[in-house]
């Protein structure tokens, strides 16, 4: 067991299959030694995760779902590495998207949910670098969207 999958069995998280692209797209794109992940909507064994920061959802509700992206994202990156957590380098960059009303400006409080679940999961090599910004809307009218570069060798 790889010390990622060590990591997230102690968080008490099983990894969900890959999500499977929703249109004309793949999941990930391996260039040299960086992997790009295609933006993961919120949504856990429950479904979707819809709503809107400012409006239907809480700040924390709102990192619930960014966590929910990220897990996403680490099943995506477990499937770009064939399975072999050991190949991660560490994370590059994640770019959240936060589906949030005008007025509404925490959305890094959100999009740390993601961050927080990066580091929890990958220790120092889950620190990255990172945009967080207000979308008007999101796909399906999820709440979260974070797509992400992850390092491997």
Not at 12 to 37: E, K, M, Q, R, S
């Amino acid at each position: 067991m790889s010390t990622i999958e060590t990591r997230l069995a102690e968080l008490g998280v099983t990894l969900p299959d890959a999500p499977a692209p929703a249109a004309n797209y793949v999941p990930f794109v391996i260039v040299g030694n960086l992997v790009h992940i295609s933006g993961q909507i919120s949504a856990n064994a429950g479904g979707q995760i819809k709503g809107r920061l400012g409006d239907s959802m809480s700040v924390e509700q709102g990192a619930e779902a960014a966590k929910a992206c990220a897990i996403s994202l680490l099943a995506q990156l477990k499937k770009a590495v064939g399975g072999d957590f050991s190949r991660v380098v560490r994370a590059v960059k994640l770019v959240g998207f936060v589906n949030s009303t005008p007025e509404f400006t925490d959305q890094p409080k959100v999009i740390n949910g993601a961050s927080d679940f990066m580091v929890a999961a990958l220790g120092d090599a889950g620190r990255h670098a990172r945009s967080a910004v207000s979308a008007a809307s999101l796909p399906f009218g999820v709440a979260v969207e974070i797509e992400g570069i992850f390092e491997i060798k």
